[in-house]
């Protein structure tokens, strides 16, 4: 099994509507991110946790909240999806116990297309 | 204004060749950089790890920095079809362990 599940993998909606993306881990990270990745941008945070008490935004959350259920899960929703919204999200984890080598470890992603 | 820099590509070398791959940020104050590897429609995978000055080998890997240039690279050794993909040059801003800040990322493509 994934260490860092992401569902659901591909997801067409309708604008308007509302949407949640969930990701849960195995690896007892604290740390949790939400990216989304479009061609020629790159990776772009939307909002990230160290811990369940904890949430921030990102470079770009306007648009998206986030809800950190547990240590292990870290759901993001889009209240009202809008076309620029397309795009692939990646959820991410990463433990600081691991001192300067804390990269961090990427689920499958999501595609997210919104029509 | 954080940023990661790098040459968005397409990169092409001869299978056997030696790929060389180029990064350069703007916080001097990171500590921690990181090369991912991503497949087309796949997760970004962790593949080097440096933190200090010189070179650190991994196999047909080597990650090299210099901090006071600002600078990090990624060299392939013995290039394989395999190795065609796109790669992420990571860089932690904000102090020990803060967050990573993404280049758009190299496409590297080597042909057989």
């Known amino acids: 099994d994934a260490d860092v599940t992401q569902t659901p993998r591909n997801r067409i909606t309708k604008t308007g509507k509302r949407i949640m993306l969930e990701c849960s881990q195995t690896k007892g990270h604290d740390r949790m991110y939400w990216y989304r990745q479009d061609p020629g941008l790159g990776l772009r945070l939307i909002y990230y946790?160290?811990?369940?008490?904890?949430?921030n935004k990102g470079e770009i959350s306007d648009g998206y909240s986030v809800s950190r259920q547990a240590q292990a899960k870290f759901s993001l929703s889009l209240e009202s999806a809008i076309p620029n919204q397309t795009a692939l999200y990646f959820c991410?984890?990463?433990?600081?116990?691991?001192?300067?080598?804390?990269?961090?470890?990427f689920g499958s992603g999501t595609r997210l297309t919104v029509v | 204004q954080k940023e990661v820099e790098q040459n968005s590509g397409p990169l092409s070398v001869p299978e056997g060749a030696i790929a060389s791959l180029n990064c350069t940020y703007s916080?001097?104050?990171?500590?921690?950089f990181f090369w991912y590897r991503q497949y087309s429609g796949k997760s970004p995978e962790l593949i080097m790890f440096?933190?200090?000055?010189g070179d650190k080998e991994d196999g047909r890997f080597t990650a090299q920095l210099n901090k006071a240039s600002q600078y990090v690279s990624l060299l392939i050794r013995d290039s394989q079809p395999s190795d065609s993909a796109t790669y992420l040059c990571a860089v932690s801003y904000g102090g020990s362990q803060g967050n990573l800040i993404f280049g758009k990322g190299t496409k590297l493509s080597v042909k057989p």
């Open positions: 916080d001097r104050g990171s500590q921690s």
């Open positions: 946790s160290f811990d369940v008490k904890d949430i």
């Open positions: 440096i933190y200090s000055n």
């Open positions: 991410a984890t990463s433990d600081p116990n691991r001192g300067a080598n804390y990269g961090y470890t």
